[in-house]
């Protein structure tokens, strides 16, 4: 099983500066490539800050100059915010950028807020169309000249420049929940990533038996189908018996604004937006630290390890590390050498890129 991570330009408040969240994303890069990290990971998202992210594809073309191994996933780009011919030329130039180190994953969108701005009109529940549409688009466009006539894109004959290097085409993701979108992934030669957010390992274990009836519902499928799961973790050290629970109220306040988000109730500030109250949420709640503790990634080295070794059991290719947690830059460095340095050594390092 590899390990990856998943990283945005983090701020909370004005006290971190642009320039500053993106040197700690540089500096958590190239730790990550350091350590054995098989990919660093970057999502496309608008007007938010505390995952400053516009376009994933100008801060990887950055950090390929960087380094020298870690491949360079924009995962995820919302799909209908983008249009076929610009995403395999944007796509294909990372490639050509980092010399064939280039990963893509794609997604239908999940907040409605960011649907109002980019793509007014658009419900974020019917951007499953432009996902199905998209992804064999700019699969054409790599392989060379391509008419369309679709639902949502039509033009002449064109073709991606440049094309990238890997052949016969970058690997691609898709953001899968639901059976059907499992199915048209592993139909149309792509990887799926995936996220159980705040909910227990009960939810990777029905993951992955969507992602097991879907490579069954395609045995025509030419490719290698992965899979891979993308959870929050924060490590702590065996000497700090409470230490779980710095790392779980700081998860908690991430998705406590991730929902504050996707209410798309209350006008942010600035690009900022208050996390919903602890008190809105009653006792046992998934969103809470003491249920964290058991559904997100945390605890010492030895119970990390013990963890991750049912997911390789499971058949999990990848493992996503979700860094952003509203913690310090320091704190979350701290974890991921833990991380680094007790448990990459646990799992096969010849599976590591």
């Known amino acids: 099983m590899r390990f990856s991570l998943f990283a945005h330009m983090e701020r909370w408040d004005e006290s971190v500066s642009y320039e500053q969240a993106f040197q700690n994303l540089t500096d958590l890069t190239l730790l990550a490539e350091e350590g054995g990290f098989s990919t660093v990971w970057i999502g496309e998202h608008h007007s938010m800050e505390f995952t400053a992210s516009p376009n994933p594809l100008v801060q990887l ?25 610009r995403a395999a030329g944007e796509c294909a130039l990372l490639d050509v950028i980092s010399n064939g180190r280039m990963e893509v994953g794609l997604a239908r969108g999940a907040y409605q807020f960011e649907f109002d701005r980019m793509a007014p009109g658009l419900a974020s529940s019917d951007g499953g169309s432009y996902l199905r549409e998209l992804v064999p688009a700019i699969q054409r466009l790599w392989e060379g000249d391509y008419a369309h006539d679709g ?17 016969p085409n970058p690997p691609m993701w898709i953001a899968a929940r639901d059976p059907n979108t499992h199915d048209f992934a592993i139909a149309n030669g792509c990887n799926i990533m995936v996220t159980p957010l705040m909910n227990d390992d009960d939810e990777v274990v029905d993951l992955k038996r969507k992602f097991d009836g879907a490579v069954a519902n395609n045995p025509q499928a030419t490719h290698d189908p992965e899979l891979m ?10 000497s700090e018996p409470e ?30 937006l208050d996390p919903k109250p602890v008190e809105d949420f009653a006792e046992g709640s998934a969103m809470l630290p003491e ?15 013990a ?9 999990i290719d ?12 320091e704190e979350k460095r701290a974890s991921l050498e833990l991380f680094i340095e007790h448990v990459v050594p646990a799992f096969d390092k010849s599976k590591v890129v």
């Not at 790392?247 to 690009?271: C, H, L, M, Q």
């Not at 963890?307 to 058949?315: A, C, I, N, S, V």
């Not at 990848?318 to 830059?329: K, Q, V």
């Open 61 to 85: 073309a950055y950090l390929a100059g960087k380094t020298s191994k870690i491949r360079l996933g924009a995962g995820t780009v919302i799909a209908p915010f983008w249009n076929p011919i």
């Open 291 to 305: 249920s964290l503790r058991k559904a997100a990634m945390i605890g010492t080295p030895e119970e990390v390890i």
């Open 318 to 329: 990848e493992f996503g590390y979700w860094i952003d947690n509203s913690m310090t830059h």
């Open 151 to 167: 639902e949502h894109w039509e033009f002449p004959t064109a073709t991606s420049v440049p094309k990238p290097i890997q052949q």
């Open 243 to 272: 230490g779980w629970r710095k790392g779980a109220e700081a998860i908690s306040k991430y998705f406590r604004t991730f929902v504050a988000w996707g209410s798309n109730d209350t006008t942010p500030t600035n690009g900022f």
């Open 229 to 238: 799961v993308l959870r929050h973790t924060y490590l702590h050290p065996e």
């Open 307 to 315: 963890r991750l070794k049912t997911y390789e059991e499971m058949g």
